[in-house]
């Protein structure tokens, strides 16, 4: 028991390093400012947009919506391409030659991908601030409920990324099997126009996945309580989206060590070294 | 009980691995004793990166029974696990981490570990000092050189004074220079204290280089057994003999050369030159045997399905 915490402590430390080096890593923080220059611009374009039935703008009910599917492109795709990169070149492998290492590195993932969401969220959060009106969580009730729906979301999602990470046959799948149905989810979530427009069985479908709760939740937290009118059944619908969230968490939590053991089982020498030809055979 | 066990590190009897209907060990068995250093060699293919992922735990067998510091490497435990090392062959993992940060973070595993006996794990400083990468110790690994970075696998696999260590073809892709520093390493570490290692090569300059006991593994078995010097003998090592008689060159392969120089003296008392015995090198000896195998005891080749890392 002991050795497990103590390999559990040496994770967290791994994540917080991992952490500094990408705040510290020009690429990460130019794709955080990238993908925050297109949410905003996108945003900006649409400022004197008055939604139809409110006086709010469409920035200030977007914002909350965009944020949600933000942080489930980050928990789905984040540890997903982690995953199949490190199974790729070989710093799973050098975990699992340690006592505790994969317990370790997994704990260190955790970590990694819920801290890198604070400077994904505050990079377009921040800015939007000061471009549009009326936008930070209403009240100190909307940050608790920011905080809440943040959490729910981290356990509900972060196994879907793992479990797509074990799974996935190669670095290069990752987009196949992570970003298109992401995609293709945000479409249909109700973030960038309202779910309303849609067909009925369509609406059904996207209720069945995170992204359009983690869309609510996000609205629910940020937006004033008369807003809710705006949404299905009139209402944040607080219940269902507890609901169905804790469902995909209990899954994620049941399937993700199951299929991360499975995959980390198979890690070898050999394995790493057949992706690093397969890799060179890109290059080429 | 305990006592009489540990005295070897590693017990393989008949160890099979099959893939689909291809059997790439077919029942391999040898033992190495604690503080030896064995290497398997043999050519690409022979297996060899197998066996060595089995005892490592990193790879199920198909069949045959293996003991590792006492233990089945299948149902290795991370106690087990702490007592082990392996030099893996670093490509591209921790790009963005210096070698200080990683063997800080790595060492930290081991600290459950650490008995009075054996302190665990390696004190870091020393450690990049031992592997000598002083100069590269805050550098982001990405950008160390193939020899420093093999360096840092070494001093990776070593950091938690493992009992065991493994070396999977730990040259490879090495320049002389490189192959020559890392001969160094491993030495020092054999002289410092007394860690048993089992290394593959298929280079056999390295392994007379490094072992105690060289293991020839081919098509799936092992072949010979013994010493450099032991292997040189045990094939029956014909010697050969050249010499120059009335302006003619001659060649003779013999097994026993000094009785047939005493033959060629007596039959021609003058007039031989260039008089040359040269007894069979490890190489030959080497070439010959995994010849002799793969065409006597294996229609086809082994695949090198399995050794796909070069």
């Given at each position: 028991m002991t050795t497990t915490l103590h390999a559990i402590r040496v994770g967290l430390r791994r994540g917080g390093t991992e952490l500094m080096l990408s705040l510290k890593s020009t690429q990460d923080l130019s794709f955080y400012i990238l993908m925050a220059l297109i949410a905003l611009g996108y945003l900006y374009l649409r400022r004197d947009t008055i939604v139809e039935g409110t006086d709010l703008s469409f920035p200030t009910l977007a914002m909350p919506s965009l944020l949600g599917s933000l942080m489930v492109f980050g928990l789905v795709m984040g540890p997903a391409g982690q995953l199949a990169m490190d199974r790729e070149d070989g710093t799973l492998l050098r975990a699992k030659a340690v006592p505790g290492g994969i317990l370790g590195y997994v704990m260190g993932q955790i970590v990694t991908m819920s801290g890198s969401l604070v400077p994904m969220l505050l990079i377009v959060l921040l800015p939007g601030a000061f471009l549009f009106d009326?936008?930070?969580?209403?009240g100190g009730a909307g940050w608790i409920r920011l905080l809440w729906v943040m959490l729910l979301g981290i356990v509900a999602i972060l196994p879907i990324g793992i479990i797509i990470g074990s799974l996935v046959?190669?670095?290069?799948?990752v987009n196949t099997w992570g970003l298109f149905p992401m995609m293709i989810l945000a479409g249909i979530s109700g973030i960038f126009y309202p779910i309303q427009a849609l067909w009925g069985w369509l609406q059904g479908v996207a209720q069945a996945f995170p992204m359009y709760w983690m869309g609510l939740g996000m609205r629910s937290a940020f937006l004033p309580d008369e807003a809710a009118s705006l949404e299905l059944q009139e209402s944040w619908q607080t219940g269902q989206m507890i609901t169905v969230l804790s469902i995909w968490a209990i899954l994620g939590l049941v399937l993700a060590p199951i299929l991360l053991r499975r995959m980390a089982r198979r890690q070898s020498g050999s394995s790493v070294g057949a992706a690093r030809e397969q890799a060179a055979q890109w290059v080429r | 009980m305990e006592a009489t066990q540990s005295e070897v590190a590693v017990d393989v009897r008949d160890l099979r691995m099959r893939y689909g209907d291809k059997?790439?060990?077919?029942g391999v068995s040898f033992t190495v004793k604690r503080g030896e250093v064995v290497t398997l060699l043999g050519?690409?293919?022979?297996?060899k990166t197998t066996t060595i992922e089995i005892l490592e735990g990193f790879r199920l067998r198909s069949g045959g029974d293996v003991r590792v510091l006492d233990a089945d490497p299948a149902h290795g435990d991370e106690a087990w696990r702490a007592r082990t090392g392996v030099v893996l062959q670093s490509w591209?993992?921790?790009?963005?981490?210096t070698p200080r940060q990683l063997l800080r973070l790595l060492g930290r595993y081991y600290l459950p570990y650490s008995t009075d006996e054996m302190v665990r794990p390696r004190d870091t400083e020393d450690l990049i000092r031992l592997v000598g990468l002083q100069d590269q110790a805050?550098?982001?690994?990405?950008?160390?050189?193939g020899g420093q970075r093999r360096r840092l696998d070494v001093a990776v696999g070593i950091i938690g004074r493992p009992e065991l260590l493994f070396l999977d073809e730990p040259t490879a892709g090495l320049d002389p220079h490189g192959k020559r520093e890392f001969h160094e390493l491993i030495h020092a570490l054999v002289d410092l204290e007394d860690t048993t290692i089992l290394l593959t090569t298929h280079d056999l300059a390295e392994a007379e280089k490094l072992a105690d006991r060289i293991l020839i593994l081919a098509a799936g078995r092992i072949i010979a057994d013994g010493s450099a010097d032991a292997l040189a003998n045990e094939i029956e090592a014909k010697t050969e003999v050249r010499w120059t008689h009335k302006g003619k060159a001659h060649v003779h392969a013999t097994s026993d050369a000094t009785e047939y120089v005493r033959d060629l003296f007596r039959q021609h008392a003058t007039g031989i030159s260039n008089l040359e015995v040269r007894r069979a090198s490890l190489e030959d000896t080497y070439i010959a045997l995994v010849q002799k195998y793969e065409s006597g005891y294996q229609t086809e080749t082994p695949t090198a399905l399995e050794e796909a890392s070069r």
């Open positions: 009326d936008l930070m969580p209403s046959p190669s670095l290069q799948k | 059997d790439v060990l077919d050519p690409n293919g022979a297996g591209r993992d921790h790009a963005r981490w805050d550098q982001k690994i990405r950008t160390l050189s």
